[in-house]
């Protein structure tokens, strides 16, 4: 490789003239850091992390070398710090490195015993660390150990990747960088491929940064400044080489195929079959979905070259450890025409068991005596053309992550076929990288998954009150959440809330009136496009009107039946309808009322409306058993508190029955019952979450009274 600096070109870009990075480094932000290069490793990475043109969630890493004082000695030491493993760039804080001391690191070069004895260097790293609370080092270590540069950036940009995954990489990369890159093959990330960048660097001196095989992209500067910048511009290079390439060749992916559907036409399919797939995709554990019709997957799936690309995989580690493989591409025919669950199943099958087959073929030929045993066979990514993506995967983030790498992916085979032909890992050493018993150790080391994760649940009326209570409880415990309300004010403010206690993956929400049939079906296909799917429904959307049998006009008994009675009717059919497509059961919570049980003053038009409401319970549960499907009741009382209904006439009607002033309805309440207790929401949420939790499923048909204990509603 060419080392003559007469003949290497100039890469300095000013900051305002990047096309295809972001240049984010805040000179006043970084002046506040002067001096405290670990504080300035941590923005940099963070910066490089806020940019997915630049690297993925989770991947890549980053370092810096110090001199510290040694708590032992009281000598200047080296110290490398560094991302430790499992974390994500963007969001890494100090917390999230590696610090080892240098020369123990170094020293390990004398006790390394070959490739063959890779795996066995990563628990030596422990023996070098120097700041005993950091994260655990990564199998990544010895790659920025092993080089002299004080700051070191290692990401997977699409742009690099093209050039490393193409055909011609090597040749490519010597020719769009002027000898300025060096070139490593592909090979395991570890100890060895550690000391072959070494080697590269060695045999090139001067060069800005080298190439991995299929792999990525290492870079470095003398601060963290000039490797932030010299890692923008040798990114910004590749992304202007590629594109004068795409431009020159015109035709991507040899031309379109089939067309798009319309927008709204990819939602509406997008909707309906989601729960298909998703049911599919969950015949091991449940998982959850996340769909995009990006147009980079449009262009990418639409294509003539889709059949040949699509099997070949992906190439970089880090997108097919999330993507799996390989996709599975769906057959137009088998998903025409029709929107039903069980005849899309019928079709949709065969499919399945032959990627499944796949899968298994590819463990088997690839397994070792020590491979941890086979998992999930299932799809992760399923591209259906003129439609687009769809996810699934054990959690919202997880499945949303496959999909942000497999567009990756995406990018990177555009460019390979341009400027040469793309070229995927050879399926062993693909195998090889998906069961790494370090990969292994690393999955056994996860937190137990909650007891609801991998479900969806819609709570009507979740904007306030019971409704809210319960959505949070059930985010708590590892649900999606579909938040609702009627109310778009109360909607916003709920939304904000959530905003505030909850990540982008765990909710989403949409206006919805149980009275109006076309907000329902709105509400469950946005579950749909969101998640997947839904799991749990509870139908909490509640109004109260108090009167004596003669104020109590017509409209007030037809409101209260409309939204108490028909509304759980309507929510509750456009849920089994789906529950019936995914084929894996559901739960459908309905929240009453002591009053369906208790008759009071001034209560007929409520009071009947309840007990119509847990009499459907009763039916819908005897009807939906075969299914899977459970139904039960919570029946509260006098849940008061950010209660919507108890802002109006409600409570004034329920105080003038009993011959007493508003505020003292709590205590009131209370003091009937048998516990003396005020009822607070977060009780009606427990009682929900005990429904679904694990422990009772394989209970339905049942009623669980929440009201202190008032002897009138006992059932029996």
Same mark, same amino acid.
């Given at each position: ?6 003949s ?5 870009f000013k ?9 984010l480094w805040?000179e006043?932000?970084?002046a ?14 963070n910066?490089l992390?806020?940019d ?17 004082k040694d708590p032992?000695t009281?000598?200047n030491?080296?110290?490398?710090w560094v ?8 969001t ?15 020293n ?12 066995e260097?990563v ?14 080092? =990564?199998?990544?270590?010895p ?12 990401l997977h ?17 010597e020719?769009?960088?002027n000898?300025q890159i ?14 072959k960048l070494k ?31 010299n890692?923008?511009e040798?990114?910004?290079l590749?992304?202007?080489y ?8 015109g ?16 939602i ?12 599919l995709?969950?015949?091991k ?5 996340h ?11 639409n ?21 799996k493989?390989?996709p599975?591409?769906?057959d ?5 025409d029709?929107t ?13 068991e ?5 899968y ?10 020590s ?12 591209l ?7 996810c699934f ?14 567009? #990756? ?17 050879p ?17 056994q ?14 709570i009507?009326? =979740? ?5 809210k209570?319960?959505?949070?409880k ?9 938040l ?9 403010i ?21 009275t109006k ?8 296909d ?6 997947g ?15 004596t049998?003669e104020?109590h006009?017509?409209?007030d ?15 509750t059919?456009?849920?089994v ?8 059961g ?8 002591k009053n ?6 001034n209560?007929a ?17 005897a ?8 139904? #039960? ?8 508190a ?10 004034q ?9 508003v505020?003292?309805l ?8 048998l516990?003396?207790?005020?009822i607070?929401?977060?009780d ?8 679904v ?8 048909? #049942?009623m ?13």
């Amino acid at each position: 490789m060419s080392t003559n600096t007469e003949s290497k070109p100039s890469l300095s870009f000013k900051p305002g003239s990047f096309r295809h990075v972001s240049y984010l480094w805040d000179e006043k932000k970084a002046a506040s850091m002067e001096g405290d290069e670990i504080a300035l490793l941590v923005y940099r990475s963070n910066l490089l992390g806020a940019d997915l043109r630049l690297t993925n969630y989770g991947g890549g890493n980053t370092s810096c070398k110090v001199m510290s004082k040694d708590p032992l000695t009281g000598r200047n030491v080296e110290v490398m710090w560094v991302k430790g493993s499992g974390g994500d760039l963007g969001t890494m804080k100090r917390s999230g490195l590696a610090a080892l001391y240098m020369d123990r690191l170094l020293n390990l070069k004398q006790v390394y015993r070959g490739i063959e004895h890779e795996d066995e260097m990563v628990a030596l790293f422990n023996h070098c660390i120097y700041d005993l609370d950091s994260k655990a080092p =990564s199998i990544d270590t010895p790659l920025h150990g092993f080089l002299p540069f004080k700051h070191i950036d290692h990401l997977h940009p699409d742009a690099a990747i093209a050039i490393a995954a193409a055909k011609d990489g090597k040749q490519i990369t010597e020719e769009a960088f002027n000898g300025q890159i060096g070139w490593v093959d592909w090979q395991r990330p570890g100890f060895d491929l550690g000391l072959k960048l070494k080697e590269c660097l060695d045999a090139n001196p001067g060069i800005r940064g080298i190439m991995l095989g299929s792999h990525g992209l290492f870079t470095w500067g003398d601060t963290a400044y000039e490797s932030y910048i010299n890692t923008l511009e040798v990114i910004e290079l590749s992304a202007r080489y590629l594109e004068k390439k795409i431009t020159e060749k015109g035709k991507i992916f040899s031309g379109e195929k089939i067309k798009s559907f319309s927008k709204s036409d990819r939602i509406k399919k997008a909707a309906s079959l989601a729960p298909v797939l998703r049911g599919l995709c969950s015949s091991k554990s449940k998982m959850i979905g996340h769909f995009t019709d990006d147009d980079r997957v449009l262009e990418f799936i639409n294509s003539n070259d889709l059949d040949r690309l699509a099997p070949m995989g992906t190439s970089c580690p880090d997108h097919f450890l999330r993507t799996k493989i390989s996709p599975l591409v769906l057959d137009l025919n088998a998903v025409a025409d029709t929107t039903d669950g069980a005849v899309l199943k019928t079709k949709l099958t065969p499919a399945f068991e032959s990627y499944r087959k796949m899968y298994a073929d590819y463990y088997q030929s690839c397994k070792h005596e020590s491979s941890p045993a086979m998992r999930d066979a299932n799809p992760v990514v399923i591209l259906h053309p003129g439609v687009g993506m769809f996810c699934f995967a054990k959690d919202k983030q997880t499945a949303r992550v496959a999909a942000e790498f497999y567009i #990756n992916a995406i990018n990177v085979m555009k460019g390979a076929e341009a400027i040469s032909s793309y070229t995927s890992l050879p399926r062993q050493e693909a195998f090889n990288i998906e069961y790494w018993l370090l990969e292994e150790a690393k999955l056994q080391r996860l937190p137990k998954p909650k007891p609801l994760t991998g479900c969806i649940a819609l709570i009507t009326g =979740s904007a306030g009150g019971i409704g809210k209570a319960i959505a949070k409880k059930f985010a708590d415990e590892g649900a999606c959440i579909v938040l609702n309300d009627n109310d778009e004010k109360r909607l916003s403010i709920a939304n904000e809330n959530f905003q505030a206690n909850y990540s982008k993956d765990i909710f989403t929400a949409i206006a919805l009136d149980v009275t109006k049939p076309a907000t329902i079906q709105q509400a469950f296909d946005h579950s749909a496009i969101s998640f997947g799917g839904i799991d749990i429904v509870v139908n909490n959307a509640g109004i109260s009107i108090s009167k004596t049998i003669e104020d109590h006009a017509e409209q007030d008994w037809d409101l209260l039946y409309d939204i108490l009675v028909k509304g759980q009717f309507l929510v509750t059919q456009a849920a089994v309808t789906i529950f019936k497509k995914q084929d894996m059961g559901g739960d459908i919570i309905n929240i009453v009322s002591k009053n369906a049980l208790v008759s009071g003053p001034n209560n007929a038009g409520y009071g009947s409306a309840k007990a119509a409401q847990l009499h459907l319970s009763r039916l819908n549960a005897a009807e939906l058993g075969k299914d899977r499907i459970r139904v #039960n009741v919570v029946n509260p009382d006098a849940v008061i508190a950010d209660s919507k209904i108890w802002e109006g006439d409600w409570a004034q009607g329920r105080a003038k029955a009993y011959g007493i002033e508003v505020d003292e309805l709590p205590a009131f309440y209370a003091k009937r019952t048998l516990l003396n207790e005020i009822i607070l929401p977060e009780d009606i949420a427990n009682a929900c979450f005990l429904y679904v939790g694990g422990l009772l499923s394989k209970s339905t048909g #049942n009623m669980l009274n929440v009201d202190g204990g008032i002897p009138m509603s006992f059932a029996r």
